[in-house]
């Protein structure tokens, strides 16, 4: 084996399977790619997902003479890096960096992208790649490192990033048998993946979502070269790329094009447009047909998937959830374990006394549920008892937004059971402030009806009021923090 090739990374680390004789090929062509597009080999470089240094070696070969951060979440790549890459004539110019931030697939201990402190001062890059990084994401993790990356970047700097993107008016029926991934399920209105089982191995976003998503988050588009995935092998590389330029600040995105604002709704849970009328023949309040013909949502459904795709799934993901009475709001998968209580079937507990230790839950979900139990603040207490220091518990409460005051009843007042009516004043009731908790009561809009509903969000630790607030609106400016509350 030649000097050179003593030195690159051994076959194990090597997941993209790269022979010996094929790495410095490969390396030297994504060196190409980004020399190219940067029109310069003196900038600051850093490398998102650099995993056993394909890049770097490939910067190095071409005389590259500016600096080189990597960072990844494989330790083990990290350390062989570090260890073994650095030439006599390196000096400092290249580092690596393990930076343990969760990824249900390559890292599932690690914690949230925004619970991490990445080691790089603002405004210290001029470029910024991560080659086959956001093919392996949920779209709220890409929206976060689109986020956190953005002050790391000099005025004008570039990033450059390859995605899987559909055409807009992709379908599962309509694919090419030519794609090497047939995508077979759609999991949100934008993105599509390859495989169940391994959700993170491959997946897909629309091409449309994905720029409204540069455009929030203060990237504009400059170049997109499509790849040769969906079918077409003239197409030298395979993934999809794109290049994108920082701007001075994130702006307020352009009205809505007329032929968008013109499709029909759909259920931003399963993505179906037919609707049909809710239990008893009630319809909407805007008079469309509320429930969803395919998975059954209904308008509070909607509103609350709306408001929890907009928490990063980095959130999300290392939580352990327990939800109260099955409905289609949330997505299981979204979760590191996820129980359900069906009332008098299936794994049901009994709200008033959970048999379960303290701390056991992460995350809590209920909806339309505390309305019908007769000792509603034990069964509160017993919630809070039963979340952990982070945790997150969301209440759906009927039309708590519209009254100023709770009432209870000694008998069940409807055909529902309901024994209590809720009020804006739940924090109060419920004795928040004394437990520690904080609160959002935050506004969201059906897409499918236009109807408003509220999602109350309460937390164990109230720092995370904010955390939650800053993800929703740069999320989606359109939802509304109706209430905000601290111990």
Not at 361 to 374: A, G, K, N, R
Not at 382 to 402: C, D, S
Request: hydrophobic share 40%.
């Amino acid at each position: 084996m030649s000097a050179v090739l003593s030195q690159i990374p051994p076959p194990q680390l090597r997941f993209m399977g790269e022979s010996d004789t094929s790495f410095m090929p490969v390396a030297e062509q994504l060196s190409a790619t980004v020399l190219e597009q940067v029109g310069r080999r003196d900038v600051d470089l850093l490398d998102i997902g650099c995993g056993y240094g394909r890049l770097a070696y490939g910067l190095r070969q071409a005389g590259f003479g500016g600096s080189y951060r990597g960072f990844d979440i494989l330790r083990e790549h990290v350390e062989w890096l570090k260890e073994h890459f650095a030439a006599p004539d390196d000096g400092a110019r290249f580092g690596f960096d393990f930076v343990n931030v969760h990824n249900a697939r390559y890292n599932p201990g690690g914690l949230p992208l925004a619970d991490v402190a990445l080691p790089y001062a603002d405004n210290s890059f001029d470029c910024v790649t991560a080659f086959s990084v956001f093919t392996h994401m949920e779209e709220d993790d890409v929206r976060t490192y689109l986020r956190r990356i953005h002050p790391l970047v000099r005025e004008d700097g570039i990033w450059i990033a390859t995605f899987f993107s559909l055409p807009d008016g992709f379908s599962l029926a309509t694919q090419s048998p030519q794609m090497r991934y047939r995508l077979t399920e759609q999991v949100s209105e934008h993105a599509f993946i390859h495989n169940p089982a391994e959700p993170l191995h491959v997946i897909a976003y629309k091409e449309a979502f994905l720029r409204t998503l540069f455009a929030q988050e203060g990237w504009e588009l400059v170049a997109h070269k499509g790849g040769s995935w969906l079918g077409d092998p003239a197409k030298g590389e395979f993934q999809d790329r794109f290049a994108l330029r920082k701007r001075a600040a994130p702006v307020a995105l352009a009205a809505p094009q007329p032929e968008i604002a013109a499709a029909p709704p759909s259920c931003n849970i399963c993505g179906s447009q037919a609707f049909v009328p809710g239990p008893s023949g009630r319809m909407a309040s805007s008079g469309a047909g509320p429930c969803c013909a395919r998975c059954g949502a209904l308008e509070r459904h909607r509103v609350v998937r709306q408001i929890f795709l907009g928490m990063p799934i980095g959130y999300l993901d290392w939580r352990r959830g327990l939800q109260f009475s099955p409905d289609p709001a949330q997505h299981p998968a979204w979760y590191r374990s996820y129980e359900v209580s069906v009332y008098g079937g299936s794994g049901s507990l009994d709200i008033q006394a959970i048999a379960r230790p303290d701390a056991s839950y992460d995350f809590i979900t209920l909806s339309h549920v505390l309305e019908c139990i007769p000792d509603d603040l034990a069964a509160f207490d017993e919630l809070q008892r039963v979340l952990a220091p982070r945790g997150l518990l969301h209440i759906g409460f009927g039309g708590a937004q519209g009254r100023a005051l709770s009432e209870d009843f000694e008998a069940a007042i409807d055909q529902y059971g309901n024994r209590h009516r809720y009020g804006r004043d739940v924090y109060q009731r419920f004795g928040c402030a004394a437990k520690g908790m904080g609160m959002l009561a935050v506004q969201g809009t059906d897409p499918a009806t236009g109807v408003q509903d509220v999602a109350w969000l309460f937390v164990n630790h109230a720092p995370d009021v904010a955390l939650l607030r800053g993800f929703l609106l740069a999320w989606d400016p359109a939802l509304t923090i109706l209430e905000q509350a601290l111990p």
